[in-house]
């Protein structure tokens, strides 16, 4: 069933965008109306992963808000880009120690086996 465009769509992607709050408030007045509601509302948030996710507010460059300080802001934005980086630089260089590390082992593997051979 697709739901592009259509109001249930709609529903669910403004109830995402206002976060798990709005969608355990939604899901209480569900048990308090109509249980059966509330229930269906509980079991789609954990089929959907939204119950256990941290998939809601999550920031991204596209909505970090603005200090108002323009200075500030770039320097900030140089700072986040920097750490970015060196993420990617230092998860590089752990696979790196994995990979000589496991080289070695296989190595010393190697040579006790023709020792006993």
């Not at 403004?14 to 509601?37: E, H, R, Y």
């Not at 323009?70 to 140089?78: G, H, L, N, T, V």
Request: proline share 3%; charged share 30%; hydrophobic share 40%.
């Amino acid at each position: 069933m697709k739901l592009d465009g259509t109001v249930p769509s709609q529903g669910i992607a403004w109830l995402d965008k206002q976060g798990k709050p709005a969608w355990l408030i939604l899901m209480v007045l569900g048990f308090i109306l109509f249980w059966p509601l509330g229930l269906l509302i509980l079991a789609y948030l954990i089929w959907s992963k939204r119950m256990f996710s941290n998939a809601f507010g999550r920031c991204t460059r596209s909505n970090r808000n603005s200090s108002g300080n323009s200075a500030f802001d770039r320097y900030k934005e140089e700072t986040l880009r920097r750490l970015e980086q060196e993420e990617v630089e230092f998860r590089a260089f752990l696979q790196r120690l994995r990979d000589a590390k496991d080289k070695a082992e296989f190595e010393h593997f190697l040579d006790e086996r023709s020792q006993k051979a």
